[in-house]
């Protein structure tokens, strides 16, 4: 009875119609849930299925699918997509920060309690406040748009349906599936014009968290696709004392949906550095 992770993936790789959709289009969409195809061969799944199939880091991607130049994606309800690196490259970040741009912080000879709050609050939430306190979403609002005016939008998880496409090495573009789940968007900010749609991550080491997937960023835009604004994809990422944030070019929809792994949108506009 198969309940190790990569026992689990041994067995839906085995399965003939996942084989043959791999072997013929280098990609599976599955129509049962994780847990329905598991059960079938008698699976006990220690984790929750999101556990398996939402893999926020492509470090964070199942060892025995990576070695075999595979990955997954999360399609909604439990469902899931497995793809074939070599047909489709993957739709994870691999981000630099040699070219940011340094933002020093306007630390206020006031509000003696406010600082000390915030310098000890390390939970996320803080941490994206913080930045109004030094007015560092003020510099960069100023830096891409050329107003200092903005504001803080509608944050939160929600339910979305929509198309997404993936292209080949060949540059041609496929639908994978029609997605149709939870997206989660933690801050935004808002001009009169433009939307930074930020997703916000964090650790106490001084390293990773550099290999995001791009459905974190991007996902949550299709909430917003049918205002007359433009949406742009930020990466907020705190690693010890040091925040970087990565704004990335404006969201073109395709068709009804996104395109996940577009090489051009997944490099960075605008790399920030602040120190606090």
Not at 74 to 87: I, N, Q, S
Not at 103 to 115: A, E, F, M, W
Not at 159 to 167: D, G, H, R, Y
Request: charged share 30%; aromatic share 14%; glycine share 4%.
């Amino acid at each position: 009875m198969p309940s190790g992770e990569s026992e689990l993936w041994k067995q839906i790789l085995e399965i003939p119609l996942v084989k043959e959709k791999m072997r013929e289009q280098g990609y599976y969409t599955s129509t049962k849930s994780f847990r329905q195809m598991t059960s079938a061969f008698g699976a006990q799944m220690k984790l929750r299925a999101p556990k398996y199939l939402s893999i926020d880091f492509w470090s964070g991607q199942p060892t025995f699918l990576v070695k075999r130049r595979y990955y997954v994606l999360r399609t909604g309800k439990g469902k899931f997509a497995l793809l074939d690196e070599k047909v489709f490259p993957r739709p994870y970040l691999s981000l630099q920060m040699t070219l940011a741009k340094e933002l020093k912080p306007n630390i206020s000879q006031r509000y003696d309690q406010v600082k000390r709050a915030f310098e000890e609050s390390i939970q996320e939430d803080a941490v994206l406040e913080r930045m109004h306190f030094l007015e560092i979403f003020e510099q960069i609002i100023a830096d891409l748009f050329g107003t200092r005016e903005y504001f803080v939008g509608p944050r939160g998880s929600r339910s979305s349906k929509f198309e997404i496409f993936l292209q080949n090495r060949n540059h041609e573009n496929t639908k994978l599936c029609t997605y149709n789940g939870q997206e989660e968007l933690d801050y935004s900010l808002w001009t009169e014009e433009s939307v930074l749609l930020v997703e916000a991550k964090q650790t106490d080491k001084s390293t990773g968290l550099l290999d995001l997937g791009w459905h974190k960023l991007v996902y949550p835009a299709n909430r917003f696709r049918n205002y007359k604004v433009s949406l742009y994809p930020t990466y907020f990422l705190r690693r010890k004392n040091e925040v970087h944030i990565f704004v990335f070019p404006r969201i073109k929809f395709y068709r009804s949906g996104i395109l996940l792994n577009d090489a051009q949108a997944m490099e960075p506009k605008k790399i920030y550095r602040i120190r606090i």
